[in-house]
């Protein structure tokens, strides 16, 4: 199994940057991609990046430009870095994981408030 927690969300201005960061633990050895989704209020869960695990990136169409994805293999850490951030950009971010053995995996969440 694979626990994740997500951190570093919070409120920003328009223009602002924040980090997200999804700390892995458990059997991380398993992992094959790790994804940032995120899910406005009233909206479908919408995936924003991911990261393989040979470093390949991914992005939305929406935040190309703007987001960063990234690892460090040492923390087992994955990074989403947010820049230029828009009030749309306002959502709860989840990290998710997908292993080989052990199916998918959800962080409980974290919330980014992006005011105008």
């Known amino acids: 199994q694979v626990q994740l927690v997500e951190s570093g969300g919070g409120l920003v201005q328009a223009g602002g940057s924040l980090r997200l960061s999804c700390a892995a633990s458990?059997?991380?050895?398993?992992?094959?991609?790790v994804q940032w989704y995120r899910q406005a209020p009233g909206k479908q869960r919408e995936l924003v990046a991911h990261?393989?695990?040979?470093?390949?990136?991914n992005y939305a169409d929406s935040v190309k430009g703007r987001f960063t994805i990234s690892k460090d293999n040492a923390k087992s850490t994955v990074y989403l870095q947010m820049n230029s951030l828009k009030p749309e950009d306002t959502a709860v971010y989840y990290c998710s994981v997908t292993t080989t053995l052990y199916g998918d995996y959800w962080g409980q969440g974290t919330q980014v408030t992006v005011s105008s």
């Open positions: 990261i393989t695990r040979d470093g390949r990136r």
């Open positions: 458990g059997s991380i050895f398993s992992i094959n991609v």
